[in-house]
């Protein structure tokens, strides 16, 4: 399942630009997947895209409006249905990223018979996987792991497959949550399999590959995470990661959503490589990817320093500077490209 | 969801006795519970219990016809619809733990909703859960854990929930397979929920209690197993169990159906205290639980003794010798009832 790209972006009423986050995710990353955005009345979150019709969508080129807004409980609001409808009658498939899928609205769902769209509902996998098998694959994997949930583990993948890239890697990001399927087109919401399958999920989602090649998996939750641990587990046993990145956010000191203490970054490092084993003996951390959005740029580059001295690694902010620290030590562990 | 009781065990044309193995764990453990079987032309299965049709079954009181065959696949064969049907319209509820839903046959979904009777897909739970919290619940946990899967984690814990309740200890079984599931009349198949809710299922399964009451809990998979890791620690973390007894099968070499080494007891020891004090710090080891099924008595015993001096914790096969050692050791670390 490949999601057709360029993309019409549906905010319908989002009421603030939080709401439209995934949306926002997908043009920060891939703007030139876009055509424009389509909002309702009443809407407040812009992405600066142009607002477009679906007719002229269409015109564009347009070939799939993706739902990226979220609401409380991630239903699809009664008024939402009928510009989904549109945009499947004039030929658009559409994708989802809701608890409750498109494919279960009767009206969204004939108007797609009729007009023989697809409806992909990325947080309900259709693909049937096979269990894990933890057989080493071909080629190079990446995972960024994390102290918790929320502390940028997607941003961090995204700017590291940009980053090497850039530097010649052969490197393709590989999508493991609803706003990470709609950046790269494809991938699986791991969190929403079936608990026998998380880890063949995983296989699935990084297949054997060309050996100088890398996947650069979005990392789930944390192995410290009372509620999603199974997750992250699976995920990383499935990925069989050469290489990891602990993504953290310094401030926090409580579990995003329960009263567990963060762990340390070297208990995610210790860990990590000791499950991890399992399925890749030479798996190694290769930076420290430090969430300091809420700190000064004092105080950010003093807790980078402080991060860099105490465990040995390269650490850095990606989002105020970049990654490229880290990506020098995927030179200096793995080869040049 | 409560499955009621008695039951009526459906064996199907089940080719052999493996194939009703589903249903002989229930007689194995639950006699009392079931009322007959009911075998169709060329069934070579046998649980010991009476042959009776539908119509005497329901007249001994059967409330339950309880489907305890499997076939290569999960499916129902379209010549059990039959069957099934006509105890509905008896008007008793059916339970299966078939990959293919009851409830999508159409045939016995019309005839549920026609006699308004319930329908149970223990491994397609309906259940609504919440994502784990990870806080402490008040009550004692124990939790069968393994070096693999298949090695005796439900019998285990079966035969030490009616050792410990023979010794005056309140304790329940909690099952969380589906053979599991008609033996304790609820429960989850947790390898078949949605990933995110693997130990919020867990903590759903075993809740806040006396305190001096123990939940027994069927433990899955391994955590060094590639293929169901993420299951046996979401499982581990939300059980949040006080006492755990590891099951070993000593003469497996590779772990079921992929081609990785067994994990040693110790490791299975350490890795689960490990993991498990996020969720309880006071996790200790109580005991293994050793399968001799493949071995001489003189073995066995060779090989228990052994593992008593190697672990420094009580050992023995729960079939061949019973489990009071390790509820000895059970009272030793938290009292008599």
Redesign the interface.
């Known amino acids: 399942m490949e999601i057709e790209k360029p993309y019409l972006l549906f905010l319908g009423d989002a009421p603030d630009a939080l709401a439209a986050k995934t949306a926002q995710g997908i043009v920060d990353w891939r703007r030139d997947w876009c055509v424009g955005q389509l909002r309702l009345p009443g809407c407040l979150a812009d992405t600066g895209l142009p607002d477009l019709d679906i007719a002229t969508a269409r015109a564009r080129g347009g070939k799939t409006l993706i739902v990226g807004v979220a609401n409380a409980g991630g239903v699809l609001p009664p008024h939402w249905a009928a510009p989904i409808v549109a945009a499947i009658a004039a030929g658009m498939d559409v994708a989802a990223g809701l608890h409750m899928k498109l494919a279960d609205n009767p009206e969204i769902a004939a108007a797609a018979a009729k007009h023989g769209r697809r409806l992909f509902d990325v947080r309900h996998s259709t693909e049937r996987f096979a269990?894990?098998?933890?057989?080493k694959r071909p080629g190079k994997r990446l995972l960024t792991v994390g102290t918790d949930c929320s502390v940028g583990k997607k941003y961090t993948a995204l700017a590291l497959e940009r980053a090497m890239t850039a530097r010649g890697y052969h490197a393709d990001f590989r999508a493991t949550g609803q706003t990470g399927v709609f950046i790269s087109g494809r991938g699986v919401s791991?969190?929403?399999?079936?608990?026998?399958f998380?880890?063949?999920a995983a296989e699935w989602l990084t297949p054997a590959n060309d050996p100088d090649h890398w996947d650069v998996v979005e990392g789930q939750g944390s192995?410290?995470h009372?509620?999603?641990?199974?997750?992250?587990?699976?995920?990383l046993?499935?990925a069989q990661p050469d290489a990891f990145v602990v993504c953290h956010e310094p401030t926090r000191t409580r579990m995003r959503?329960?009263?567990?203490r963060l762990p340390t970054i070297r208990e995610v490092i210790d860990?990590t490589v000791?499950?991890g084993r399992?399925?890749n003996p030479d798996i190694r951390c290769v930076g420290i990817a430090v969430n300091t959005e809420r700190l000064s740029d004092e105080e950010a580059r003093r807790v980078i320093a402080e991060t860099v001295r105490a465990e040995g690694l390269p650490a850095t902010d990606p989002v105020r500077f970049g990654v490229e620290a880290i990506v020098d030590k995927i030179a200096e562990e793995f080869g040049l490209p």
């Open positions: 269990t894990g098998k933890g057989v791991v969190d929403a399999v079936v608990a026998d998380i880890s063949g192995l410290f009372p509620s999603f641990a199974g997750v992250t587990l699976g995920l046993h499935g959503g329960v009263e567990h860990l000791q499950c399992l399925t």
